[in-house]
């Protein structure tokens, strides 16, 4: 439904250079929400997304990123309220 962002693939790498071995990149379908859950985020200072992002005025909690889905177990929709 979403079209591929431009670039974010190039963000993502210059920004894992200039972080240098301690990055984690996740791209394309390793980009996943249990990737994400899964992580051992105690250190971590710094999390960058280049990712849709989707707004619910009505109902903010359930704003989200946009991931990639590991049906059926993940919707790919990492809404606020999972955060």
Same mark, same amino acid.
């Given at each position: 439904?979403?079209?591929p962002?431009?670039?974010?693939?190039v963000?993502?790498?210059? #920004?894992?250079?200039?972080?240098? =071995?301690?990055?984690?990149?996740?791209?394309? =379908?390793?980009?996943? +929400?249990? =990737?994400?859950? %899964? =992580?051992?985020?105690?250190?971590?200072? #710094?999390?960058?997304?280049?990712t849709?992002?989707? #707004? %619910? +005025?009505?109902?903010? +909690?359930?704003?989200?990123?946009?991931?990639?889905?590991?049906?059926?177990? %993940? %919707?790919?929709?990492?809404?606020?309220?999972? #955060?």
């Amino acid at each position: 439904m979403l079209k591929p962002l431009p670039f974010t693939r190039v963000e993502l790498r210059a #920004i894992g250079r200039l972080y240098g =071995a301690g990055a984690r990149v996740l791209t394309g =379908a390793a980009a996943t +929400e249990a =990737a994400l859950r %899964d =992580a051992d985020l105690s250190s971590v200072s #710094i999390l960058h997304f280049a990712t849709h992002g989707l #707004i %619910d +005025e009505e109902r903010p +909690e359930r704003s989200a990123l946009i991931l990639s889905a590991q049906l059926p177990q %993940d %919707d790919g929709v990492l809404q606020m309220r999972e #955060i």
